[in-house]
């Protein structure tokens, strides 16, 4: 581009393609990765939560559980990613409050650029970082004796069927985003929701063990779905019921969350 | 007269408030208009529609003549915001910060990056160019803000409240960054609840209480409007200050304020002042000064809205709310 293309045109463009959305998008995502450099804390939070999730639970619990912890890891490691990735979504909520109440949104907004951009940036920044925290769990878990059952297809399914629900479970967390009025209320609505959710599951614990009433709700439980799905993938046992489940989980959600997130948005805005 | 902005009829409520009440705006291109008014005045909420973040419930505006609702794509390419509610990312760099807006604009990588280097060192940022935003201080941190509403070099500028908060040093500066964009070309609509900004800046101003535009000229225009004219008096030797106290008022009739050693009188008969020269010289009073002045923006906003500028803490609480 030439200094003289610098000035603002004389005739404005009309509309923006589809292909400067995605650039908007990816530029966006590199603005919510660059800030780990300058918040280092960022990555310790993505990095060595989940680290030490693996290590206290297969240690500490793994021999009352399973009987050692190498058996315990089999069964809890697809359970411990799967609480990650739930703990994972709410930095999407809790970026977009942040922007929202610091005016970042607005300046976005007023820019030419794609209107869905600022979210999508955002969600696919996340994205990168959950995925990032999969692979540091799996790989922890391995130097601790997991192994996987279905090779690096195993592996690659996994990764698919996670992010896709990431996504889906991305829009409760713009909900929440949108509709609390400081950033550390996300964290809150976080801690009072996902950590229930995730252990009235059977991520950690076989549900057996459980009593009956609250078995009937594991059973169900989006989390409990996903991590059978998981162990099938990762480990072994059924793969299709609950991969199919998980997707209808998924689906559900986002049919549900993402008009209300995107109206409340725009009521937001 | 070529119009950069122009709006008619803007009518915005956030549920049972009027945020705005019809605001008629006409900004001559190359020009700065000032949007005068209290915390709570409506100010904001014009701005937010003018830069195309929120519709009117009723009215239109345009900018550089395109619709700021069906053209807002274009209204866009031609604007920059800057404001109490349009920031930059605190935990970025200014240097990322100024990237991240080249890029979304379409500029080239080497593009982006030499117009950042230009705009830091335009705005003495250089030395800070590496260092996240949330380290500055408060004028750098508005200097940046500007910065970054200037990568796209707008026609049309939108300061909301550009220095509220700001020592007077980091206040000047800014006034004279915004002082050379005009000179530039630049339409600048600038909101502020300091009168002596406006003074400073505007050419025209509008004032703005309740969601309505209650007056507007320019700064001159306003201060003659309100008719008044005071009467200052310092006496050479402060000894005197209590005669001249008394003579003063019984002259005009009213009675004066005194601050830093000068008696000061509104005055509408033109014949005061000289019965007050004569009545000091009687008196054998030596005077320091003695001056006809017009009255400030300060009393013309008291005298316009019945309140002081900045004093209108329900007012602020209501647009907290709203916000």
């Known amino acids: 581009m030439t200094s003289a293309t610098l000035t603002a045109p004389l005739a404005p463009a009309r509309r923006l393609g589809v292909g400067a959305g995605l650039r908007h998008t990816l530029t966006l995502a590199w603005r919510s990765l660059v800030q780990i450099k300058h918040n280092p804390m960022e990555l310790l939070d993505l990095s060595i939560q989940p680290v030490m999730f693996v290590l206290l639970f297969t240690y500490v619990f793994g021999g009352a559980i399973s009987g050692s912890p190498g058996d315990y890891l089999k069964f809890a490691l697809p359970g411990i990613i799967v609480q990650n990735a739930f703990f994972a979504t709410m930095t999407t909520g809790f970026g977009l409050n942040n922007d929202l109440t610091k005016g970042v949104f607005d300046r976005l907004r007023a820019l030419p650029i794609a209107r869905w951009s600022p979210l999508a940036g955002r969600i696919l920044a996340d994205t990168v970082k959950q995925a990032w925290s999969v692979a540091l769990l799996i790989g922890v878990g391995m130097i601790l004796g997991f192994r996987l059952g279905n090779g690096p297809l195993g592996l690659l399914g996994a990764f698919a069927l996670l992010l896709a629900f990431s996504l889906a479970a991305a829009w409760i967390s713009v909900l929440v985003g949108v509709l609390v009025s400081e950033p550390d209320k996300v964290q809150i609505f976080g801690f009072m929701v996902i950590f229930p959710l995730t252990f009235t599951s059977n991520a950690f614990v076989p549900t057996e063990t459980m009593p009956g009433w609250l078995q009937s709700w594991v059973e169900v439980n989006p989390v409990t779905v996903l991590a059978d799905a998981l162990r099938g993938l990762l480990v072994d046992g059924p793969v299709a019921g609950p991969v199919v489940q998980s997707l209808i989980w998924a689906a559900a959600i986002a049919v549900i969350f993402a008009p209300l997130a995107v109206r409340g948005l725009r009521r937001r805005v | ?323």
């Open chain 2, 1 to 323: 007269m070529d119009y950069a902005i122009r709006a008619e009829g803007l009518v915005r409520r956030f549920g049972a408030t009027t945020a705005l009440a019809g605001v008629d705006l006409a900004v001559p291109t190359g020009t700065v208009f000032g949007l005068l008014g209290p915390n709570g005045a409506g100010k904001t909420t014009a701005v937010r529609v003018l830069a195309t973040l929120l519709r009117a419930d009723e009215g239109r505006a345009t900018v550089g003549g395109y619709d700021v609702v069906r053209d807002a794509h274009q209204v866009r390419q031609l604007i920059g915001l800057t404001g109490q509610y349009a920031s930059v990312d605190e935990t970025l760099t200014g240097t990322e910060n100024l990237l991240l807006i080249g890029r979304l604009l379409g500029l080239s990588r080497a593009d982006s990056r030499a117009r950042a280097g230009q705009l830091l060192t335009d705005f003495q940022l250089t030395d800070a160019g590496d260092r996240a935003a949330k380290t500055y201080s408060g004028g750098m941190r508005r200097r940046l803000d500007l910065a970054a509403s200037l990568v796209g070099r707008p026609q049309v500028l939108f300061l909301d409240e550009p220095t509220t908060g700001l020592d007077p040093r980091s206040r000047n500066e800014l006034w004279d960054i915004v002082r050379s964009l005009v000179a530039d070309g630049v339409t600048v609509l600038l909101t502020t609840q300091y009168l002596e900004e406006a003074d400073q800046l505007a050419g025209e101003i509008a004032v703005v209480d309740h969601g309505r535009v209650i007056a507007q000229g320019t700064p001159e225009e306003l201060k003659a409007k309100t008719g008044g004219q005071s009467l200052a008096v310092r006496p050479a030797d402060v000894v005197d200050l209590p005669t001249v106290v008394s003579i003063v008022g019984a002259v005009a009739g009213v009675a004066p304020e005194v601050a830093q050693n000068t008696v000061t009188v509104p005055v509408n008969d033109q014949r005061v002042m000289p019965a007050v020269v004569r009545r000091l010289d009687e008196a054998g009073i030596v005077v320091a000064e003695l001056a006809l002045r017009g009255s400030s923006l300060d009393e013309v906003f008291l005298s316009l809205t019945g309140h002081r500028a900045e004093d209108d803490p329900a007012a602020a609480n209501l647009e907290g709310s709203v916000a």
